[in-house]
């Protein structure tokens, strides 16, 4: 069984993959490099080329945007009508109203466009309110109603 054909099978077997193996791991030639040129040192540099410019790597990135502005403040309430309608009266044909100044301690008797202190003016005198208009606007002093029998809007 071991015929001259076997050992040449089992020689070739063996042979062929030692030799494919040298071949494949076998170091490939390559071009010779040449030589590096050398560096002048730091104090000889005769280079035209710029330094590296190393404040440019500290600019930011991105750039929040500002704060909004602070809202703007709200203007101061008006001043409040200290006065007290106490009645309307009929005079010389027309209507005139008694009010009471708390901060005077004293009372008034105004018509319409007589001007008050603090550069309030009466605008308009009705048989129930006063209008008195001064820098914050128009305001409405009305009667207050007293809820006696026979007065308007009274109890019966």
């Known amino acids: 069984m071991n ?3 076997t050992v040449l ?10 030799i494919v193996g040298l071949w494949a ?5 390559f071009p010779a490099l040449p030589e590096p040129l050398p560096t002048p ?14 404040a440019a790597f500290h600019a930011p990135l991105w750039v929040t945007p500002p704060p909004p502005p602070p809202p ?12 007290q309608l106490l009645a309307v009266l009929q005079e010389r044909g027309g209507l005139a109203a008694v009010l009471y100044d708390p901060d005077a301690d ?13 550069g309030r003016t009466v605008e308009r005198v009705t048989t129930s309110d006063v209008r008195i208009r001064d820098a914050a606007g128009a305001r ?6 007293s809820g006696a029998p026979g007065a308007p809007g009274g109890r019966r």
């Open 41 to 54: 040192a730091a104090d000889e540099r005769g280079d035209p080329r710029p330094a590296l410019d190393l």
């Open 106 to 118: 004293r009372l008034l008797v105004v018509a319409e466009g007589q001007e008050l202190a603090q």
């Open 140 to 145: 409405t002093l009305a009667l207050e109603q």
């Open 3 to 5: 015929g001259p054909r």
């Open 25 to 29: 791991f076998a170091p490939l030639p």
């Open 9 to 18: 099978r089992a020689g070739v077997a063996v042979i062929l993959p030692v």
């Open 72 to 83: 703007e403040p709200t203007p101061a309430p008006p001043t409040p009508l200290r006065f």
